[in-house]
């Protein structure tokens, strides 16, 4: 499968261009700076440039069959938002040339409102002091996927850490999960591809966490 990956070198896009590839599809990647890519810079096809200029994303969409979506988001009202603005240039450019499969990056606890299944200093202190700007990127994010009519998956991941990935996961649909406080990049990663590839989930937002 051709697939087009945003955010590929981030932590946890980096593992979706490495996952993509071990699985033999062929990836584009979008990135400022190639150098970042490290090893995989001679395995991929690299388009250089940003995401939220919507000439050059359409370059990398075109002729592709599925994209991965894995921004960074707005975490100080200066920042630009670049999960909702860049992912509404991925949509665009999908709807331009007809690629329909979806999968985006998202995160636990992004709904408005409190989050039952969210510890209470998170939902009291971390969310509202330092995570406004950074939910409030995601929530629009969101609400470009859904109004989409793309074939499209939401992956809600808990918080992220670094390390193997491990299994053993839930992934169910909803905004969280119960007493999933995290999450490895690389396990979120292997769910994204296998979402990508399965089908099964198309028009749903998914929590994932431990």
């Known amino acids: 499968m051709k697939v087009a990956v945003f955010g590929a070198t981030g932590r946890t896009g980096r593992l979706l261009v490495e996952g993509a590839l071990e699985r033999g599809h062929s990836v584009t990647a979008l990135v400022r700076a190639p150098d970042k890519l490290g090893a995989l ?123 193997p990935a491990r299994g053993g996961y839930r992934a169910e649909p909803g905004h969280s999960l119960p007493g999933g406080t995290k999450i490895a990049r690389a396990d979120v990663a292997a769910f994204m591809i296998d979402e990508l590839e399965r089908h099964s989930n198309i028009g749903h937002a998914l929590a994932i966490a431990y």
């Open 41 to 163: 810079l001679g395995r991929v096809r690299v388009v250089r440039g940003d995401v939220l200029d919507g000439g050059v994303v359409s370059d990398v969409v075109d002729g592709q069959e599925a994209v991965l979506v894995a921004l960074g988001v707005a975490i100080k009202k200066a920042d630009p938002a670049i999960n909702s603005l860049g992912t509404l240039n991925v949509i665009r450019s999908m709807q331009r040339y007809g690629t329909r499969r979806l999968v985006a990056l998202s995160a636990g606890s992004a709904q408005p409102g409190k989050d039952p299944n969210a510890p209470w200093y998170f939902e009291r202190v971390v969310k509202p002091l330092f995570l406004k700007y950074a939910f409030a990127d995601l929530r629009r994010m969101e609400t470009s996927v859904r109004q989409s009519e793309l074939d499209w998956t939401l992956v809600r991941a808990a918080r992220l850490v670094d390390g």
